[in-house]
């Protein structure tokens, strides 16, 4: 008797053609904007007729000159560093919420945490969008009066806002890690006479850190590339409201805004190759709260 489970390699087959067949829009999309990032002109079709190698939109790009004639130029150190700190904001934050959290949820019986926890999925399922009137309406009441603090307050806004969406899932995610962790762990620790928090931080968080890893990369990557509270609350640009705001502009050459999508992409596919053992992980132990 086989100790793995089996299938017929024409079945696998047919999974993995039906796979690629419906990746396949992505994947030419994908390829046609790397390609156009290095061609003099933008590639829509796989004609290579018109285009010719070339590096200069990457240059273009780092030196944030945004069109080949003219002096129009941003400072994309700058973009990529707002960027940066909305993305480290969103992670850092639900990590830290959604441990603590999904602790409690896993460990404390308290009144209401049933409810709580049936609300975690419901909060889930609201779209960004919809909240985005209720949110706006608190950035209204809660605006600084003070000049010099508005720029600080639209990011620690943005990164509250963007966060507040990923907690309830992450939550959701930790608690289900916590739950697969047997109690006698805990319980050693404690007639050790160690402290509730020693023992959750010293022997609790190093058991579950693929979860933790998991969680945090999940929210990076949803404040890397969140456009619709960055574009609505945010003073400056981040790469995605750069792209989307120079793609129609006239003096735009859209070569260099493909080098500037590629290098949006980056991030995300450098994360799913290094750490895609820990997302697995992340769902395969996070679903069985």
Not at 96 to 107: E, F, N, P, W
Not at 132 to 157: A, C, D, H, K, T
Request: no cysteine; glycine share 8%; charged share 15%.
């Amino acid at each position: 008797m086989k100790d793995v489970e089996t299938r017929e390699r024409r079945g696998e087959l047919i999974i993995i053609l039906a796979i690629f067949l419906a990746t396949l829009p992505l994947l030419i999309g994908f390829t046609l904007l790397v390609l156009s990032s290095f061609s003099t002109t933008m590639i829509t079709n796989f004609d290579f007729r018109q285009a010719h190698l070339t590096i200069e939109n990457w240059i273009n790009v780092i030196r944030g000159k945004l069109a080949i004639t003219g002096g129009v130029r941003v400072n994309m150190a700058r973009i990529v560093l707002n960027t940066l700190i909305v993305a480290l904001g969103v992670s850092g934050l639900v990590t830290l919420v959604s441990i603590m959290s999904g602790y409690a949820l896993s460990r404390m019986d308290f009144r209401g945490r049933k409810p709580l926890i049936v609300s975690l999925m419901l909060l889930h399922a609201f779209p960004g969008v919809a909240l985005i009137v209720g949110v706006y309406l608190l950035y209204r009441v809660s605006f600084p009066g003070e000049q010099n603090l508005v720029r600080l307050y639209s990011f620690i806004y943005v990164i509250f806002a963007r966060a507040a969406l990923e907690v309830p899932m992450s939550v959701w995610l930790m608690k289900g890690f916590f739950d697969t962790i047997p109690w006698e762990f805990e319980w050693s620790g404690i007639i050790d006479g160690a402290s509730r928090i020693t023992v959750w931080r010293k022997i609790m968080l190093p058991l579950i850190k693929p979860g933790i890893l998991a969680v945090a990369l999940f929210s990076f990557l949803a404040g890397w590339q969140d456009i619709i509270y960055v574009r609505t609350f945010l003073i400056d640009q981040t790469l995605a409201t750069f792209i989307e705001a120079n793609i129609e502009a006239e003096y735009t050459h859209m070569p260099m805004i493909a080098a500037a999508g590629t290098l949006y992409l980056l991030p995300t596919i450098i994360f799913f190759l290094t750490a895609q053992q820990i997302l697995l992980k992340g769902y395969s132990g996070g679903i069985k709260g």
